[in-house]
Each structure stands twice: as C-alpha cells, then as structure tokens.
C-alpha cells in the first residue's frame, strides 16, 4: 500500500541555520505531494504542494522538489526562524474506491529554533 | 468564513459510552473525511465522505460510524468507547475529489477514554 515515511523528530536547530526534514514515499502512479504544518491545539494547514514530477512547491521560505527517481520530496528552508518552530507533516495522494483523492501522512517532524 | 469547526474540543468518556463528534463546514465542500492522530503515528483515515449520502471506510473503521446527510455536515459516531479510542480527532474537508485540492482542517476533539 501507499506510505510516507518522514524524518523522526524532534529536530532542533539554530535561529537562521538551514533545513531539511526528509520524506520519501511509497505509492502506486503518480500521487500529488504535500507538506502540512500543525501549530499547537490547531488543525494543519497546507503549507506547500506538488503535482507532478520535478515540480517544485514553495511558500513562506519554504521548498520541496517533487523527485520522482528518488520518491523523495524533502522539505527545505535557507534560514530558519523561531516562528517556524511547529510540526511538520509529509503526505501523499492516493485514490479512493470513488476514484477520488485520499491523504496518506507521514508521522509527522517536531521542530524547534532556538534563538 | 468559520472554515471546519468541530465540537467538542475535549471530552472524556467512561469505557463503553457513546458519543457523537460533530463536524460542519461552510465551503460547500463536497469531500470530507475524519481522521485520528496518535503519537508516533501520524494522522489516520477513520471515515471518508465524497457527497450527502455517500460514505466510504478508511484505515481504521473499526469501532466508529459516519453518515452525511447534508453537504454540511459529517457527524462522526463511537457506538461503545474503548481506552484504544483515546486519540485527537480532526475533521478535514475540501471542494474537489482531486487531490490537488487543500484539504481545510479542523482544529480537533481530544477525545479520553478511561
């Protein structure tokens, strides 16, 4: 069956240094690839996405590049703030039996910046 | 825009209780599902609906029902709680069956069953 599988947290790192949280995946086709983010006592939030290979999603200082050959879709920032201290969580798209699109997660990355 | 709202926030219940999850959404979207989040383990599909009247299982059905009879609306149902039903409960929708769609959340139901 389809699977994210993301890096285990928690991540703590240093105001402005770089990041990356890995996310590789395990699916059937071409799924869309996702990045959500969850503040505390929130629902997530999207933060970026991709839809096809070499796509590349971006958003607030964020990137991901959809890579196909890898089946990675890793999540990267140049210079990290302590705003960016919440979970993040990797997620694939995957048909139901009404042919319509499911989210599969991965387990999620805690991050924390230290200032 | 309210967006997903889900009632209640928190709540305990006794072993072999039940109770209802209440989710609605004013998006008209026509995709909406449930989903419970463990440490360790991700979010997990419980429940899916892709229009009033049609709904589907997910990963992890057991113990659980779901019924849609508005656009609006998507009640989650534990028929007799278990302390392995302890978890957040969040409530997603979205307005495409594509997954290319966002998916808008629910800020959760921390559910405790003792």
């Known amino acids: 069956g389809n699977s994210v599988t993301q890096m285990e947290g928690p991540v703590t790192l240093s105001e402005e240094a770089f990041l990356t949280i890995n996310c590789t995946y395990t699916?059937?086709?071409?799924?869309?690839l996702f990045w959500y983010v969850q503040y505390p006592g929130e629902g997530l939030q999207l933060l970026l996405k991709?839809?096809?290979?070499?796509d590349k999603g971006s958003n607030k200082g964020f990137e991901a590049t959809y890579r196909k050959e890898t089946t990675s879709f890793h999540l990267e920032k140049g210079s990290v703030q302590v705003s960016d201290s919440v979970v993040y969580f990797c997620?694939?798209?995957?048909?139901?039996?009404?042919?319509?699109?499911?989210?599969?997660f991965g387990t999620g990355t805690r991050l924390t910046i230290i200032p | 825009n309210a967006g997903v709202t889900q009632t209640p926030k928190f709540q305990v219940l006794k072993t072999g209780q039940s109770m209802t999850l209440q989710c609605a959404q004013d998006?008209?979207?026509?995709?909406m599902s449930w989903y419970r989040q463990d440490p360790g383990m991700g979010l997990r599909l419980i429940h899916y609906s892709v229009g009033a009247g049609i709904t589907d299982q997910g990963e992890v059905p057991n113990g659980y029902n779901v019924s849609r009879s508005t656009t609006e609306d998507f009640p989650l149902r534990l028929l007799s709680a278990a302390p392995s039903q302890t978890s957040v409960y969040f409530c997603?929708?979205?307005?495409?069956?594509?997954?290319?769609?966002?998916?808008?959340f629910g800020q959760g139901t921390r559910l405790t069953v003792v």
């Open positions: 997620a694939l798209s995957s048909f139901t039996n009404f042919g319509n699109e499911k989210l599969t």
């Open positions: 699916a059937t086709g071409y799924p869309s």
């Open positions: 998006m008209n979207h026509e995709y």
């Open positions: 991709a839809t096809k290979a070499d």
């Open positions: 997603a929708s979205s307005y495409s069956a594509s997954g290319v769609a966002e998916a808008f």
